[in-house]
T-cell receptor, first 116, second 113 residues
Framework: GAVVSQHPSWVICKSGTSVKIECRSL??????MFWYRQFPKQSLMLMAT?????????EQGVEKDKFLINHASLTLSTLTVTSAHPEDSSFYIC????????????FGDGTRLSIL | GENVEQHPSTLSVQEGDSAVIKCTYS??????FPWYKQELGKRPQLIID?????GEKKDQRIAVTLNKTAKHFSLHITETQPEDSAVYFC????????????FGGGTRVLVKP
């Protein structure tokens, strides 16, 4: 159990395009989901914490108007990269808490985003 | 906020030898410390975790130790195998649901046959 599905796995698009990434918890309800960004040969950096039914909490330095997060249900959170530019190219990974009151987080397979 | 430092950044070992990765954290309120293994282009996979009420935990060839006073924790891999080659990340959090993980910088481990 505790499967997190992320879609799409790979996106290539032109500069200026908006891209939506979906993160679904398949066999559990996730009140909280997390969005990370990972540049090549670097660590995972938390972008925002997504809470079902409320606004996301963004980390310092992450533009909330550029990275739109929606968590409309207990099994789905979406990240939309608006007007993407080449510097937004990265590996985006979501994770979800399965159990209220405890870890661990369960990660999706990630989305490799390439902006031309 | 929490800050997690991880060392070394790269580690090369001979097959069969042991590998040790060390992490330090800054927030004394952190009480959950997972270790993840990540292969190229894939998701991080949880390999072992420890909570602050435990000093050591072992799972076959993998063990983690925690020193709360010194605020550091370590991953030990014994009898390394080529398939242990990957990037390993330590992390820390306050452990409750909705509490974010802060990751260390990662250690690239290469096990030479």
């Amino acid at each position: 159990g505790a499967v997190v599905s992320q879609h799409p796995s790979w996106v290539i698009c032109k500069s200026g395009t908006s891209v939506k990434i979906e993160c679904r918890s398949l066999d559990f309800q996730a009140t909280t989901m997390f969005w990370y960004r990972q540049f090549p040969k670097q660590s995972l950096m938390l972008m925002a914490t997504s809470n079902e039914g409320s606004k996301a909490t963004y980390e310092q330095g992450v533009e909330k108007d550029k990275f739109l997060i929606n968590h409309a249900s207990l099994t789905l959170s979406t990240l939309t990269v608006t007007s993407a530019h080449p510097e937004d190219s990265s590996f985006y990974i979501c994770s979800a808490d399965k159990d209220r009151g405890g870890q661990p987080q369960h990660f999706g397979d990630g989305t490799r985003l390439s902006i031309l | 906020g929490e800050n997690v430092e991880q060392h070394p950044s790269t580690l090369s070992v001979q097959e069969g030898d042991s590998a040790v990765i060390k992490c330090t954290y800054s927030d004394s309120a952190s009480n959950y410390f997972p270790w993840y293994k990540q292969e190229l282009g894939k998701r991080p996979q949880l390999i072992i975790d420890i909570r602050s009420n435990v000093g050591e935990k072992k799972d076959q060839r993998i063990a983690v130790t925690l020193n709360k006073t010194a605020k550091h924790f370590s991953l030990h891999i014994t009898e390394t195998q080529p398939e242990d080659s990957a990037v390993y990340f330590c992390a820390a959090s306050k452990g409750a649901a909705g509490n974010k993980l802060t990751f260390g910088g990662g250690t690239r481990v290469l096990v030479k046959p």
